[in-house]
C-alpha cells in the first residue's frame, strides 16, 4: 500500500496564477516531508521541506503546509512561472530511514 | 563543485549480462543512495549506505549488489540483467539521517 500518494498526476496553471500540489500520506510515524522538483533528463532537485513539528514552512515563492489531523500536506507557489514547469514528488521521510516518494505530479505554467 | 555524479549516463545490456553503475559525491556525505524511477512512479530505494564499508537494502533490492570502499563512491552492480531492471537509475547523497539528498543526474538503462 502506498504511503505516500499524490492522486493528480498532472496540472495546469497560468503563469502569475497559485499553484497548488497535494500529497497524503497513511503513516503518522514521521520525520520529515520534502518536496522535490525534476526537470526531463536530470536528477530530482530539493526544494522544500517541513517537520511534523511545524504546519507551515515558507521559502520565497514556496510555501508547504501540514495539516496533520488530515494526513495531507500541500505546495503552494505563488506566483507560478513558466520555469516551475517539472515533475513535483512529495517524499517522507521516518526517522533514520531513507525516503519514500510519492508518483509525483506533472505541473505545466503556461504564459 | 560537481556534487553528485553518475556514469555511464546510457546503457544498453543484452538478458544476462552484467554491469556496474557508478556514483560519486565530492560533498563528503556520509550517505549513499541508489534509487529506480519507472514511468508513472516515483523513485524506489534499492540499496542505502550510512558510511565507508556498509551497505543496507532498500525497498526493491533484489537483482542489485552494492560496495561501499571510498566514502566518496558507491556502486551499484548488475550481475545478471534482466528486461525488469530497465529503468532510471538515480544516485543520491546526504550528510545524515537529517540532511536533504542531493541528487545525481541518472542513468538510463534498457535490457533487451
Known amino acids: 500500500d502506498q504511503q505516500v500518494k499524490q492522486n493528480s498526476p498532472s496540472l495546469s496553471v497560468q503563469e502569475g496564477r497559485i499553484s497548488i500540489l497535494n500529497c497524503d500520506y497513511t503513516?503518522?510515524?514521521?520525520?520529515?516531508f520534502l518536496w522535490y522538483k525534476k526537470y526531463p533528463a536530470e536528477g530530482p532537485t530539493f526544494l522544500i521541506s517541513i517537520s511534523s513539528i511545524k504546519d507551515k514552512n515558507e521559502d520565497g515563492r514556496f510555501t508547504v503546509f501540514l495539516n496533520k489531523s488530515a494526513k495531507h500536506l500541500s505546495l503552494h507557489i505563488v506566483p507560478s512561472q513558466p520555469g516551475d514547469s517539472a515533475v513535483y514528488f512529495c517524499a517522507w521521510r521516518q526517522a533514520g530511514t531513507a525516503l519514500i516518494f510519492g508518483k509525483g505530479t506533472t505541473l505545466s505554467v503556461s504564459s | 563543485n560537481a556534487g553528485v555524479t553518475q556514469t555511464p549516463k546510457f546503457r544498453v545490456l543484452k538478458t544476462g549480462q552484467s554491469m556496474t553503475l557508478l556514483c560519486a559525491q565530492d560533498?563528503?556525505?556520509?550517505?549513499m543512495y541508489w534509487y529506480r524511477q519507472d514511468p508513472g512512479m516515483g523513485l524506489r530505494l534499492i540499496h542505502y549506505?550510512?558510511?565507508?564499508?556498509?551497505?543496507a537494502k532498500g525497498e526493491v533490492p533484489d537483482g542489485y549488489n552494492v560496495s561501499r570502499l571510498k566514502k566518496q563512491n558507491f556502486l551499484l552492480g548488475l550481475e545478471s540483467a534482466a528486461p525488469s531492471q530497465t529503468s532510471v537509475y538515480f544516485c543520491?547523497?546526504?550528510?545524515?539521517?537529517?540532511?536533504?539528498?542531493?541528487f545525481g543526474p541518472g542513468t538510463r538503462l534498457l535490457v533487451l
Open positions: 549506505s550510512v558510511g565507508e564499508g556498509t551497505t
Open positions: 543520491a547523497s546526504s550528510s545524515g539521517q537529517g540532511g536533504a539528498q542531493y
Open positions: 503513516n503518522s510515524m514521521f520525520d520529515y
Open positions: 560533498m563528503n556525505h556520509e550517505y
